[in-house]
């Protein structure tokens, strides 16, 4: 089974801070992941799949990166609507996501 | 627009099955991709339950596969989870969503096993 990790579980920022996430795959998945914003009572979002390409209609300051075992997400400059948890999915074997990453106001 | 629609109990006794049926608009199934269930359990992380083919082959989280049926519907474009056997540990928003990169959502519906 492949297992995801996050780093970290939580962070606090302010508006215009630049946040950087991490997933870690047990075993190289090449580049099925993706990532989802989810707020509260709400379904999660996709915003970049095949670990690096940008959902349509999602706000160009988000962007991820990396292959095989290790991915990131970033958020040049967060802004207001941004303070949610961020969930790595890996699709390489059975779906798993990974833990998450709650974002809360500094 | 692809959209996605759960219906079904919110209420479910202990050892008894939960069913859930999930609309699709906007797209048919038997054009391709997988179906899927996701579930979080209140203030939890995300979890796969298991997915179906438009042809109708299944693919299902070993953790959760001897309780779970998937099946679809190509000409009501909906497909279902069943869950056996459920026990207060089932409790928990339950999601569907289109292909196993879950592009497409479905808003959620709680499902509460409770007597």
């Known amino acids: 089974d492949i297992q995801m990790t996050q780093s970290p579980s939580s962070l606090s920022a302010s508006v215009g801070d630049r946040v950087t996430i991490t997933c870690r795959a047990s075993?190289?998945?090449?580049?099925?992941l993706g990532w989802y914003q989810q707020k509260p009572g709400k379904a999660p979002k996709r915003l970049i799949y095949?670990?690096?390409s940008l959902q349509s209609g999602v706000p160009s300051r988000f962007s991820g990166s990396g292959s095989g075992t290790e991915f990131t997400l970033t958020i040049s400059s967060l802004q207001p609507e941004d303070f949610a948890t961020y969930y790595c999915?890996?699709?390489?074997?059975?779906?798993?996501f990974g833990p998450g990453t709650k974002v809360d106001i500094k | 627009q692809v959209q996605l629609q759960e219906s079904g109990p919110g209420l479910v006794k202990p050892s008894e099955t939960l069913s859930l049926t999930c609309a699709v608009s906007?797209?048919?199934?038997?054009?391709?991709?997988?179906w899927g269930w996701i579930r979080q359990p209140p203030g939890k992380g995300l979890e796969w339950i298991g997915s179906?083919?438009?042809?109708?082959?299944?693919y299902y989280n070993p953790s959760l596969k001897s309780r779970v049926t998937i099946s679809v519907d190509t000409s009501k474009n909906q497909f279902s989870l069943k869950l056996s056997s459920v026990t207060a540990a089932d409790t928990a928003v339950y999601y569907c969503?289109?292909?196993?990169?879950?592009?497409?959502w479905g808003q959620g519906t709680l499902v509460t096993v409770s007597s």
């Open positions: 969503a289109r292909d196993l990169a879950f592009d497409y």
């Open positions: 999915l890996q699709h390489n074997s059975y779906p798993c």
């Open positions: 075993q190289g998945i090449r580049n099925d």
């Open positions: 906007g797209y048919s199934i038997s054009s391709g991709y997988y």
């Open positions: 179906i083919y438009h042809s109708g082959s299944t």
């Open positions: 095949a670990a690096s």
